[in-house]
């Protein structure tokens, strides 16, 4: 089955190609079927890769180049289940942004198409990838379609805005992580992740492999939006159209956690991987980015921004999971990003449909203007409670998972961060599908107003794409057998000889006794921590919608002291591309400089 | 944050990442002294395996082959992104569009013999990028460059023709998907993706190296249409002719 | 032993940064993002470099003598071609923002915040 | 001790290279920083040649001589040629 790996790269590569080129020859039905086509096939052919890869590693060498002795002359893509199950959740995810666009892009559409082809085909071929230098090439083109996705609507200043700071803040991030590369090639003279493995191994890491990491990780944390690297994802996911929003939300950022996996078990584990200084640091990083872009998300008026936010927040209790370096958290992750991809892609959806009924966007001016719509509201609430984490809703199962390996210190920042998000939306929802709340809120700031890119749209099959994200979002934690699978899944991912026996020396790994097909159920603790985090974001979307009706000294209270914080934070993401480029070098030398503390001697 | 504030914190921040900088290169082999595999061992395996004596191309194209597909359709993305970026500025300007025209036919002369030079070279860079120095981005550039040239020296209208995306937009996805599609071509018949699939011939001529050649080929086609394209993007409206007041200033 | 080229390569990294860091104007912000990109075909090359060797081209000369590495060498080609694109892209994108607004300045083209 | 292996040529162009990439930087004026980064361009080119990296070099040359300049130049010259002809409209105003 080896030859499906290149396949999930080249079928979307290659319709992107052929749907740009033939934008002025073939009518528009053939080319509506062939992207969607090649987006299914994607799909399709994912899941037949995970079937296989379940029992062994599918190893591609590209060019027929196998190893010799240990040394790789070619690039590899070796897929374990992990792997295989993202590319499985992008071609999904972006199956169905292809579906939702599939009526209303009026002009530019095959530039549209080829370049969401060309994302999926990236993302795919990063997923799966084998090769340090090769995972740089994907991530630089996935970035290069983003960016020009994210300015679709030239006509705004916003969206140009957007994919400014977006296109400038990841390219640094990626020559951040070409430098990176130099210096562990410099070290090591291999690019395979499994042979630079194993040639740490020999003799002391030093400072040089500590810092070749910072970059390396840093280049991946920025795609990922982590705090302080976080800035960018606000401003661009709050102008692209709401199909674009669904795939760089719901999976091309959390595909920069994916490479911050990767590279730390095929190879920093081998140096580093008997203390925890590497995992701490991530760890820490999830937390403070939970915690701060949770409250961010609850400091929103524009949904699609909230939203946005929303997603950082999930990214760092992911980042979180990933860096308990345990299988339990690392699966944990994984589920939650199958949860948190089709439940972002959901939201982003209803917000965008939202946007078409009524022009608008903003919370406050959107008030009360839902209500009727019970089917976008249902999609909306579920949703929303499915990225809470109600128990065994949507991102529970994965949040439970890394709730096991997770000291309750470490649970309550990440569940509170869950429940701000989650309560900015559920604020939101009450506000416009049931006309809760107050009209006026002076602490969310300024509106800011868009006209939607969706004109003359069909907007059953809107809805239905919207629908069909969430309920798969939602049900993810009742799956009998995926919770058991996940973590089987992440053992497999975490088992750095056997990934380089598999790869360099072609070695089979032992598949796994048959996994049962049940439930998997959580601790006490999670269930506890779950249901305390909805009633808690429930209070807090109240008082945050009926902040006026509570006791004057609480109130007056509350926005003396919450106001000059709030100021604070709004300032510091300031929307401009300098600042943005200041944090980054900060968060560089600080994560190295903790690193080098930790990690040197 | 205030300017003032702004460089207030990336001062320390760089200077903490010129001390990471500094202790990685502490780490680092002596100029000089690489002494890595992977390198020395292409070095040795490429020209009797692949019949081409520019390793450089034999990597490019053959060993990390994956790479370079994924270079062609990072162009070929920002083509398209431009493309779609510019669409409504190119579209308020056209009506401003006026042609100018050259008049000095000696400097015409001069442009249409640094068009013919530029293309031969370019030509050359191509095909003999598997032997010496060269390759199909380089001569793609180069092409696109004379190219352009001709829109300079000549006038807008002449232009025109290597403007129209219908032709040069399938000639770019042709040289994109062709990439791939001779990819695929190795994995139809049973191999891995990209593998060399054709006669390596004499080495130091231009038939050795096998599919290496048309991979070469490929991207020259993808590199020059999208090159072409992309500048035409850029200058669809820019050479507004000089005007009397402002040629005097 | 000699470090000078790698300390090139981080003043050049360095450099960059700082020019995109206080920049005010968009095409000047584009052309800073490539000279921090150079920092990494500087450090490349120079990592590959091989003392006394000939480059990795044997017209003429016996296949095995000593060489630069290839691998660092098409590692460049690959990230040149990435930086045209990405420069391309963020020049198209300071266009719109020209069209929209009338600056250029990044500081001034800040819709979005909070 | 920071020479060493160096041979006096490379010395020379990494010295170029390290001059070079502050003055891209310091030169605000985009029509100016063109020509700027142009030279450093050509001393990139000259830096690759003498680390034995012909193929880089030539990839370089096309693109700091060719593609840079085209789509930087194009860009400034619509940026300014925009404000010329707001400029304009103010002036018959």
Redesign the interface.
């Known amino acids: 089955m080896?030859?499906i790996p290149?396949?999930l790269v080249?079928i979307p590569?290659?319709s992107?190609?052929?749907t740009?080129?033939?934008?002025?020859?073939t009518p528009r039905p053939i080319q509506d079927a062939l992207v969607i086509g090649a987006a299914t096939a994607t799909t399709a052919l994912a899941f037949v890769l995970l079937w296989h890869a379940e029992s062994h590693e599918v190893v591609?060498?590209?060019?027929?180049?196998r190893p010799?002795h240990g040394?790789?002359?070619?690039?590899d893509f070796a897929v374990g289940p992990l792997a295989a199950g993202m590319c499985a959740v992008i071609g999904l995810v972006v199956t169905l942004a292809l579906l939702y666009s599939l009526t209303f892009l009026r002009?530019?559409a095959r530039?549209?198409d080829?370049?969401m082809l060309?994302a999926l085909?990236?993302m795919c071929?990063f997923a799966m990838s084998g090769d340090l230098?090769?995972l740089f090439?994907?991530l630089?083109?996935m970035g290069?379609?983003a960016?020009?996705?994210t300015?679709?609507q030239?006509?705004?200043?916003?969206p140009?805005?957007?994919?400014?700071n977006f296109?400038?803040t990841n390219?640094?991030g990626?020559?951040l992580f070409?430098?990176g590369?130099?210096?562990i090639?410099?070290?090591?003279?291999?690019?395979n992740l499994a042979q630079i493995g194993t040639s740490l191994s020999h003799g002391p890491a030093?400072?040089?492999?500590?810092?070749?990491m910072?970059l390396l990780l840093c280049g991946f944390l920025i795609k990922g939006a982590v705090v302080p690297f976080h800035l960018w994802a606000a401003?661009a996911y709050?102008?692209a159209p709401a199909p674009v929003c669904a795939v760089l939300g719901g999976v091309m950022t959390d595909i920069g956690l994916i490479g911050v996996a990767r590279l730390y078990w095929s190879v920093f584990a081998v140096p580093f991987g008997h203390g925890h200084g590497v995992g701490d640091v991530l760890l820490w990083l999830g937390i403070a980015t939970a915690v701060l872009a949770g409250t961010m998300a609850f400091?929103?008026r524009?949904l699609k921004?909230m939203l946005a936010y929303s997603v950082v927040c999930h990214i760092g209790i992911m980042l979180a999971g990933i860096g308990l370096l345990d299988s339990a958290g690392l699966a944990g992750a994984e589920l939650m990003f199958l949860a948190h991809a089709l439940l972002t892609a959901g939201l982003f959806f209803v917000a965008g449909i939202l946007h078409v009924d009524h022009a608008l966007i903003d919370e406050l001016h959107l008030r009360g203007r839902g209500r009727g719509s019970w089917v976008l509201a249902a999609a909306w609430f579920a949703g929303t409670v499915g990225l809470v984490g109600t128990p065994y809703v949507g991102i529970y199962l994965g949040h439970g998972l890394i709730d096991e390996g997770a000291r309750p210190w470490v649970l309550a920042p990440l569940w509170l961060g869950s429940a701000l998000a989650g309560a900015a939306l559920l604020r939101a929802g009450a506000r416009i599908f049931l006309g809760w709340g107050d009209a006026e809120e002076e602490l969310l700031?300024r509106a800011?107003e868009e006209d939607p890119v969706e004109r003359d749209v069909l907007r059953p099959l809107l809805v239905g794409v919207a629908l069909v994200a969430v309920v798969l979002g939602v049900a993810i934690s009742i799956v009998p057998g995926l919770g058991q699978r996940a973590e089987y899944a992440a053992e497999r991912f975490r088992d750095t000889s056997g990934y380089a026996a598999a790869v360099l020396h072609g070695r089979a790994v032992t598949p796994p006794a048959s996994l049962p097909v049940s439930i998997r159920h959580t601790s006490l603790e999670s269930i506890l921590f779950a249901t305390g985090t909805t009633i808690f974001a429930l209070g807090l979307a109240l008082a945050g919608l009926y902040r006026s009706r509570l006791p004057r000294g609480i109130s007056r209270a509350a926005s003396r002291t919450l106001a000059p914080p709030i100021r604070v934070l709004?300032?510091?993401?300031?929307?401009?591309?300098?600042?943005y480029?200041?944090w980054?070098?900060?968060g560089?030398?600080?994560t190295?400089?903790i690193w080098?503390l930790l990690l040197h001697g | 944050m205030s300017r003032r504030m702004r460089m207030l914190v990336l001062g320390p921040a760089l200077l903490g990442l010129g001390a990471l900088f500094a202790w990685a290169i502490a780490g680092l082999p002596a100029f000089g002294d690489y002494r890595g595999p992977y390198g020395f061992v292409l070095n040795r395996v490429v020209v009797p395996l692949r019949h081409t004596t520019n390793v450089v191309m034999g990597t490019t194209f053959d060993v990390r082959g994956l790479d370079t597909m994924g270079e062609e359709f990072i162009l070929y993305a920002a083509l398209v992104g431009v493309t779609l970026l510019l669409r409504d500025e190119t579209r308020s300007r056209q009506a401003e569009r006026r042609t100018s025209r050259l008049d000095d036919d000696a400097v015409r002369l001069v442009g249409v013999a640094m068009i013919g030079g530029g293309l031969l070279v370019a030509l050359w860079l191509m095909a003999f990028g598997y032997i010496t120095p060269g390759g199909g981005f380089q001569g793609g550039v180069l092409a696109a460059g004379a190219v352009l040239l001709l829109y300079l020296v000549g006038s807008h209208r002449d232009y025109r023709p290597f403007r129209n995306e219908h032709f040069l937009d399938p000639l770019e996805a042709v040289g994109a998907g062709g990439y791939i599609v001779i990819g695929l071509a190795a994995l139809v018949s049973g191999t891995a993706f990209l593998t060399n699939l054709f006669g390596l011939g004499t080495t130091g001529t231009l038939v050795s190296s096998g599919s290496i050649a048309l991979l070469n080929w490929a991207s020259a086609i993808a590199v020059s249409c999208a090159m072409v394209l992309l500048f035409a993007e850029f200058l669809e409206t820019y050479v507004v002719p000089l005007e009397p007041e402002d040629a005097a200033s | 032993m000699s470090f000078l080229p790698y300390v090139v390569a981080a003043w050049i990294c360095l450099v960059g940064i700082a020019g995109m860091a206080t920049s005010r104007n968009l095409i000047h912000l584009a052309v800073c993002l490539t000279v921090t990109q150079s920092s990494s075909y500087v450090l490349l090359l120079s990592v590959g470099y091989v003392k006394h060797g000939k480059a990795p081209i044997f017209v003429g000369t016996k296949v095995g003598s000593t060489a630069a590495d290839p691998v660092v060498q098409a590692l460049t080609l690959t990230d040149v071609v990435v930086s045209v694109a990405v420069i391309a892209l963020i020049l198209a994108l300071a266009l719109d923002a020209h069209r929209l607004s009338g600056s250029v300045d990044p500081d001034g083209i800040a819709d979005i915040s909070g | 001790m920071l020479l060493g292996t160096l041979v006096p040529l490379q010395a020379v162009a990494f010295a170029l290279v390290a001059l070079g990439a502050p003055l891209v930087v310091l030169t605000r004026d985009p029509l100016r920083q063109a020509l700027v980064n142009g030279i450093y361009g050509v001393s990139l080119v000259c830096l690759f040649v003498v680390l034995q990296a012909p193929d880089p070099a030539l990839s370089m040359l096309v693109v700091s001589g060719i593609g840079y300049p085209l789509v930087i130049l194009a860009a400034i010259t619509r940026v300014r040629g925009h404000e010329r002809t707001e400029q304009k409209k103010d002036g018959e105003q």
């Open positions: 080896t030859w290149p396949l080249a590569l290659l992107a190609a052929a740009a080129g033939l934008d002025h020859i591609e060498w590209f060019g027929g180049w010799h040394v790789a002359l070619g690039i002009e530019a530039l549209f080829a370049l060309v085909g990236a071929g230098f090769n090439v994907w630089e083109l290069v379609a960016f020009a996705l300015g679709f030239v006509e705004r200043l916003g140009v805005q957007g994919a400014v296109a400038i390219s640094l990626g020559y070409a430098i590369i130099a210096l090639y410099a070290r090591t003279g291999a690019l030093g400072g040089l492999v500590i810092v070749a910072t401003d709050a102008v400091l929103q524009h921004r700031g800011i709004h300032a510091l993401h300031s929307g401009v591309v300098g600042d480029v200041t980054v070098a900060v560089t030398a600080v190295g400089g080098a």
